[in-house]
């Protein structure tokens, strides 16, 4: 688990913007049935950006990451990991994920990204013409990869992904470097023991060897989830992080 359950966006809600959302129920094409939220724009940029959830898969925190896009003009979409296992309903705060994580495969998360960049990609989502992926955690690790699924990306943003091989001996993105269709940003802190300074550096000439445009960002002292209003003391570097996305999306939208 990455945030706490009452933790909450590092981003205030902007004064003045207008959005809606909704709740929906996607289906990728194996016909699998998950749980996803669309917040809406009221001035649309026709950028949209799928919302990658760390282990937990879809809860507040995402949701309301969500509506801060929305209120910048973007069409966003987050969505969960788990309707194969645990179907596409409601989950209370005692949801035991981790069973359901285990069970996740790269494939059948880059189905439901699929699902997810068809419905921005729709009348009725938006009709973007440009689709990012960001993701948190688990989700930063699969943003990266949704760049070899096919989708057309014009990016992928990954909060402290881990980059290297899954616990699984599955090849991650530095093994899948030669395979992404960047560009892509990576956010990261430098106290992360999940993550140790050689998997960055391993994943930063990976990515260079195999010309993937990328920016590999370090935060000295900062730890995992450091994205979090609760950690006031790493305010500065959230709201960098925050301003090289927003600055990510208008550059390569």
């Known amino acids: 688990m990455c945030f706490d359950l009452d933790s909450a966006p590092p981003v205030p809600p902007l004064s ?147 980059p290297g091989e899954g616990r699984d001996g599955s090849p991650g993105p530095t093994q899948r470097a030669h395979e992404l269709r960047g560009p892509i940003l990576a956010l990261l802190g430098g106290n992360d023991p999940a993550i140790p300074a050689e998997d960055v550096h391993a994943f930063e000439a990976a990515l260079d060897a195999a010309g993937v445009e990328n920016d590999v960002v370090v935060y000295p002292g900062a730890p995992h989830s450091f994205f979090d209003r609760k950690q006031e003391e790493f305010a500065a570097e959230s709201q960098d992080a925050w301003n090289r996305t927003l600055a990510f999306l208008e550059r390569y939208s």
């Open 16 to 162: 003045g913007a207008a959005v809606s959302h909704t709740d929906l129920v996607l289906e990728a094409a194996d016909g699998n049935r998950l749980a996803a939220f669309h917040a809406t724009p009221d001035e649309p940029t026709g950028v949209g950006v799928v919302v990658l959830p760390d282990v937990r898969g879809l809860y507040r925190f995402y949701e309301e990451l969500a509506l801060r896009f929305a209120e910048r003009g973007y069409h966003a979409v987050a969505i969960d990991y788990f309707g194969r296992t645990a179907g596409s309903g409601k989950r209370d705060d005692d949801f035991e994920y981790m069973p359901h994580v285990d069970r996740t495969t790269q494939q059948g998360i880059q189905l439901d990204v699929a699902a997810a960049v068809a419905q921005l990609r729709s009348r009725e989502g938006g009709s973007c013409r440009a689709v990012f992926t960001v993701g948190f955690c688990f989700g930063g690790r699969h943003s990266w990869l949704s760049t070899a699924g096919g989708h057309g990306l014009a990016g992928a943003v990954g909060f402290y992904g881990r």
